[in-house]
């Protein structure tokens, strides 16, 4: 597989120098509006309080991070400028709201946004969630297929990388039934596998995959203190994603304690993973001092960041660089054609 321009550079961007990707979300809507109500006892959360929660974690986190993952309604807005230059940038596509039937969701996309104002807001990437159950209804199937498909097809005609994320989640019946951004306590392995290996097909146009753990984060047994039979079992399962992923794959948190998510980094590094896109294990703690906003800075600082540099040494010692995929073959991924031809060849934006 070969990768284009535009394509190219921006994994590179959203990557250390050595190729491991250690980005920091900082995209979530609804956790966030529920902490600041709750906080502030109100019915609706303030655009202030949401961006300056937002802000703070820019100002505080970005900076051991090799990319930060933004929304275009409070974090780009309000926090761009906290960004370094020097650090890759990827922007959110999907809303947050979506409409929930008895057996599935469909996703849309962020109302007057698209892939092309990402890019020519300068990002280096377009991140999309889609929820999915491979035992949805067809209807609902068939629409999150295309929703996830014309979004390759755009991150193609603009070339941009295109993250993907998939989260199973519970049906309205389900015991464990909630619309929350959280993970499914009651997911099944399989769900994960045949989500993963949908849309691991080349027609949805995905560049790197974030996923989820395939166990619960709670159930991932210690990988350095359980019991070896335990631990091979689950080696299994983190090695059947890496298999089922055609592209580079980087996990994300899902809400997942500290502790839980150093777990599961172990076994998607030893099964193949390039690094992380994680959020509220990183920094949900530190914000249970909001709206006090000299102590969140100083848990941020004492509790966060050196949580963030921990994984950050886990994956410098772990992680496969995405260059190495075997997705491009013995080589890494090179510009092509990198002679005087190359201006007549590319393509770059295609109408």
Known sequence: MELSAGKLWGLR???????RFKMVAVDQRPPIK???????????????????????????????????????????????????????????????????TSHGRMSSQIDDWSVEKIKRAGADAVKVLAWYRPDATPEVNEH????VAAIGAECKRFDIPFLFELLVYPFPG?????????????????????????????????????????????EVPDPEAADSEEI??????????????????????????????RRIMTYAYRAGASGFLAGRAIWWDALASFPDIERTKHAL???????????????????????????????????????????????????
Do not use: C
């Open 13 to 19: 961007r959203l990557s250390d120098d050595q190729g």
């Open 34 to 100: 529920d902490l600041v109500t709750k906080a502030r006892g109100t019915a609706t959360a303030d655009f202030e309080d949401v961006a300056l929660v937002k802000r703070l974690l820019v100002e505080e986190l970005s900076a051991g991070a090799s990319a930060v993952l933004l929304d275009p309604h409070f974090a780009y807005p309000m926090a761009i400028d906290a960004v370094s230059p020097k650090q890759g940038l990827l922007l959110t596509l999907e809303d947050s709201v979506f409409v929930e």
């Open 144 to 147: 999150q297929q295309e929703f």
């Open 174 to 218: 389900d015991e464990s039934h909630t619309t929350s951004y959280v993970e499914a306590p009651m997911k099944r392995v399989e769900h994960v596998f045949e989500s993963v290996a949908t849309f691991a097909a080349p027609e949805f146009g995905v560049d790197v995959f974030k996923l989820e753990s395939p166990l619960p984060a709670n």
């Open 232 to 261: 091979d079992a689950t080696q299994l399962l983190f090695d059947e994603v890496n298999r089922l992923s055609t592209v580079p794959w980087v996990m994300l948190s899902a809400g997942a304690s500290q502790e839980a998510f």
């Open 301 to 351: 600082r004492s509790d966060s960041l050196p949580y963030l540099a921990s994984l950050n040494a886990l994956t410098d010692a772990q992680a496969m660089p995405w260059t190495e995929h075997r997705a491009y073959g013995t080589e890494p991924p090179q510009l092509v054609p990198a002679d005087a031809s190359f201006r007549h060849h590319y393509e770059g934006f295609m109408p």
